[in-house]
C-alpha cells in the first residue's frame, strides 16, 4: 500500500517551483530573454574562485581513498573545526568543535536541529510571513507549526503576538532573518526583546524553550548593514547556516547547525543530531564539499549584484507606486499587490510574462515575492513590462 500522507502531499505542490515550471516553458515558447522569471531563490552569481581552487587541488592532491571515504557520523572534524573558529572569530562566541554538526544545506540543518528539541505533539512557533517548507519540516518531527500573525509593512516580528502564544506547548521557536519573503533583517531591539521574552518563558515552565534561527542569507546584506546575531542575545539557539547563498553552491547542499555555547544539552546536541542522521538515511554532506568549504569560510562569492538589483527595482517600484518595505538583504522583495487578491495580480502579472509568487504561500496575504536572482541586465529590461502591470490598474 502507498503511503497515505506523501499522496496527499501530491495535491499540495509548491507555488514557487510550479511559477518557475511555468517559467520553462514559456521561455521554450518566446524566449529565454522574454521572460522575466522573479520566481525561485536560485543564485545568479558563480561560487568563488577560491572554491574551484580547493576541490582541485583536492582531487589532485589528496589520497582518493580517504578523499572519497565515509567521514564521521558528526562530521568531517576538519570542516567542524574550521566552522566553529570562523564563527567564534566574526561573533565572539566561544564555539568549539563539539559545536557544529555539518548538514545538506539549511533545510538538512533545520530538520536535525527540530528533531533534537522536539517531541510529537509540541508546537514550534514561526514568525509570518515566512518559508513555506517551515510546514513540512516541522510536520516530519510530529510538532504542530504555529504561526505569529504578520506585522506590515515593516514586518518586524509581532513580539505582542508571539508573547501571547508562547504557551506550555511551545518547545522551539523558529526565526529567518534575513528574512525570507521579504528582506527585511531583524534588528538588535527586536532579537533583545524575543529573547527577554523567551527567557521569561523559559523560567515560568520550567523548560528551556529553544530558538532555531534560519540564517542562509547572512552574508547578503545592504546598505552597508551587519545583521544581528540571535545566538548572541540568547543562549539556547541552535543556528542553521547555508553555503548555497554565500558561496552560491546551492547544488552541493552543505549548511551546519551550530549549538551555542551556553545552550542546554550543548555536550550531546551533535552526538544527537548524528544519531538523527543515521536513522533518517542523512549521513553527511559529501567528503569532499566539506573540505573544500573549509578552505573557504573567510570568502563569499561576489554578492554586490543583489544590491544593484535591489536598488534598481525599489526604486522602480516606488515609482509605479507600490507599497513597498526597503529589503535589508536577501535577494528579494516583497512589494503590495495593486489588488487584494495576489493571486489574481500573479495571474495578470503573467499576461507581461513576469513570474511573480503569490504572498498567501508564506502565510501572509496581498502581497508578491520577486527573486532578484537574475542578470541585471533582465532586471532593467523587466522594468516596461513592470510599467505596463501597473498601468492595467489605472
Not at 525561485?40 to 572519497?68: K, R, W
Not at 529553544?210 to 547572512?218: G, I
Not at 549549538?259 to 544519531?275: N, T, Y
Not at 562569492?301 to 536598488?311: A, F, G, I, K, R
Amino acid at each position: 500500500m502507498l503511503n497515505e500522507t506523501y499522496r496527499r502531499m501530491l495535491a499540495n505542490k509548491s507555488v514557487i517551483r510550479e511559477t518557475a515550471a511555468y517559467g520553462h516553458k514559456r521561455a521554450a515558447e518566446i524566449g529565454y530573454e522574454n521572460v522575466f522569471d522573479y520566481s525561485l531563490g536560485n543564485p545568479s552569481v558563480p561560487c568563488p574562485p577560491a572554491f574551484t581552487a580547493a576541490m582541485q587541488d583536492l582531487l589532485a592532491h589528496e589520497d582518493p581513498v580517504a578523499l572519497h571515504g565515509y567521514c564521521p557520523n558528526q562530521g568531517d572534524p576538519g570542516f567542524r573545526t574550521a566552522a566553529a573558529a570562523h564563527l567564534r572569530a566574526r561573533f565572539g562566541l566561544p564555539y568549539e568543535q563539539r559545536h557544529i554538526f555539518p548538514a545538506t544545506g539549511a533545510a538538512g540543518a533545520i530538520a536535525h536541529a527540530l528533531r533534537a528539541v522536539t517531541a510529537p505533539g509540541d508546537e514550534v512557533l514561526t514568525f509570518a510571513p515566512y518559508f513555506p517548507e517551515y510546514g513540512p519540516y516541522v510536520a516530519g518531527t510530529g510538532a504542530q507549526l504555529k504561526v505569529v500573525p504578520a506585522q506590515a509593512p515593516a514586518f518586524q516580528p509581532n513580539l505582542d503576538a508571539f508573547e501571547a502564544m508562547l504557551t506550555p506547548a511551545v518547545a522551539a521557536v523558529l526565526i529567518n532573518t534575513p528574512n525570507n519573503p521579504t528582506g527585511v533583517v531583524y534588528s538588535a531591539a527586536t532579537l533583545e526583546r524575543m529573547a527577554a521574552i523567551l527567557a521569561e518563558k523559559s523560567a515560568a515552565y520550567g523548560r528551556t524553550i529553544f530558538l532555531v534561527s534560519d540564517e542562509p542569507y547572512r552574508d547578503i546584506v545592504f546598505d552597508g548593514g551587519t545583521v544581528p546575531y540571535p545566538a548572541a542575545f540568547y543562549p539556547h539557539t541552535l543556528t542553521c547556516f547555508s553555503f548555497s547563498k554565500s558561496l552560491s553552491l546551492p547544488g552541493e547542499r552543505l549548511g551546519y547547525v551550530a549549538v551555542a555555547p551556553g545552550c542546554e544539552g550543548e555536550e550531546i546536541l551533535v552526538d544527537m543530531m548524528a544519531q538523527i542522521s543515521r536513522f533518517t538515511g542523512h549521513n553527511c554532506p559529501p567528503s569532499i564539499i566539506q573540505k573544500a568549504a573549509a578552505r573557504c569560510l573567510e570568502v563569499t562569492s561576489d554578492l554586490t549584484v543583489y544590491e544593484t538589483n535591489m536598488n534598481i527595482l525599489y526604486d522602480a517600484l516606488k515609482a509605479l507606486g507600490f507599497e513597498v518595505e526597503r529589503p535589508g538583504g536577501t535577494f528579494y522583495i516583497f512589494p503590495k499587490a495593486l489588488e487584494p487578491d495576489a493571486n489574481a495580480f500573479c495571474r495578470k502579472a503573467r499576461e507581461f510574462d513576469l513570474l511573480l509568487v503569490p504572498s498567501d504561500t508564506f502565510g501572509v496575504e496581498g502581497y508578491v515575492r520577486l527573486a532578484y536572482c537574475i542578470e541585471t541586465e533582465k532586471v532593467r529590461r523587466s522594468l516596461p513590462a513592470l510599467e505596463r502591470l501597473a498601468a492595467a490598474y489605472k
